[in-house]
């Protein structure tokens, strides 16, 4: 392997991998919240709710993320809405993870006993304070492993951006690979960028698994 490669656009990889945590991030955390919001909606009792919970989930999930990033990156200047291509894919890659975090979240929540829920709203507590305070806390420790797995997910699809021009890793990686001709080097150094970002991942999820099945 030439590692200097690695050492002379050490400037540019370290950019586009800032950008893809910085992308990877926000995407985490709106798809989180997002998808938890969806998964509300997917077991309410208000049926344009539950409706609409579906609707989102089996249209999102059964499209490709691209034509998702394409709807955002050349559907909104007909609208005349003109947003940059990190933006889009980060919105589009936040959407599309919401999708399936919602389904994760869901069965997280149908696994709860019912009679938990059903002791929070005798109590005195709202509907969505059961939720917030009792049902989702439960819901999250128990759907940890897969959920851990969607957002692994999260960080390798977020490589979407280079098509748009989103100033991710594998677009800075694309143009040293175009540059330099050594493109097997040059993408082995990428696939490091990654693992270095999904496997403190892998083991965090692994290490909150542990402790709260610890803790029951």
């Known amino acids: 392997m030439n590692f200097s490669i690695l050492t002379d656009y050490f400037d540019i990889y370290l950019e586009g991998f800032l950008n893809t945590i910085y992308s990877s991030i926000i995407a985490l955390i709106g798809s989180f919240v997002l998808g938890t919001i969806i998964?509300?909606?997917r077991i309410s009792s208000i049926k344009p709710l539950r409706w609409a919970g579906a609707v989102y989930v089996e249209f999102i999930r059964n499209?490709?993320?691209?034509?998702?990033v394409f709807i955002f990156f050349y559907g909104l200047p007909s609208l005349g809405i003109t947003l940059s291509g990190f933006v889009c894919g980060t919105l589009g890659l936040t959407l599309y993870t919401a999708s399936f975090i919602a389904e994760?979240?869901?069965?997280?929540?149908?696994?709860?006993?019912?009679?938990?829920?059903?002791a929070a709203q005798a109590s005195g507590l709202t509907y969505v304070q059961t939720m917030r305070y009792v049902v989702l806390p439960q819901a999250v420790k128990i759907v940890i492993p897969p959920l851990s797995n969607q957002?692994?997910?999260?960080?390798?699809?977020?490589s979407v951006l280079s098509v748009f021009a989103g100033l991710d890793l594998m677009y800075f990686a694309d143009s040293v690979a175009s540059s330099?001709?050594?493109?097997?080097?040059?993408?082995?150094?990428?696939a490091l960028f990654y693992l270095a970002l999904t496997l403190p991942l892998s083991?965090?999820?692994l290490h909150f698994e542990r402790k709260w099945a610890h803790s029951g």
Do not use: C, H
């Open 203 to 205: 083991y965090m999820a």
């Open 104 to 118: 994760v979240i869901r069965a997280g929540i149908m696994s709860v006993p019912r009679g938990q829920t059903e």
């Open 151 to 158: 957002f692994i997910n999260l960080v390798k699809n977020s």
């Open 39 to 41: 998964a509300i909606f």
């Open 63 to 68: 499209i490709p993320l691209l034509l998702v």
């Open 180 to 190: 330099t001709l050594a493109t097997f080097d040059t993408y082995i150094f990428v």
